[in-house]
């Protein structure tokens, strides 16, 4: 399987005199139109997350979506 296109955030919730806010903002973005085999995407996921998340766990959440090829629209 190879994947076309992928766009990834980690999220944080700041901090403000000692409070957390109660929304999110994005900390990290990682996007890409050139493509990756399904194998390799799964590593990055993997990567990125000890890479960016080393001292915390975060709920992850996946959404694909399948289109078709520019030739068939």
Do not use: C
């Not at 000692?18 to 493509?35: C, F, N, V, W, Y």
């Not at 995407?41 to 993997?46: A, K, T, V």
Request: net charge negative; charged share 35%.
């Amino acid at each position: 399987m190879h994947i076309d296109s992928y766009k990834i955030w980690s999220y944080n919730k700041e901090w403000k005199n000692g409070k957390q806010a109660k929304t999110s903002t994005i900390r990290r973005m990682l996007t890409s139109e050139d493509g990756i085999p399904g194998k390799e995407f799964l590593q990055l996921l993997s990567d990125l997350n000890d890479a960016w998340h080393e001292y915390e766990t975060k709920n992850i959440k996946v959404e694909v979506t399948f289109e078709p090829h520019d030739e068939d629209k």
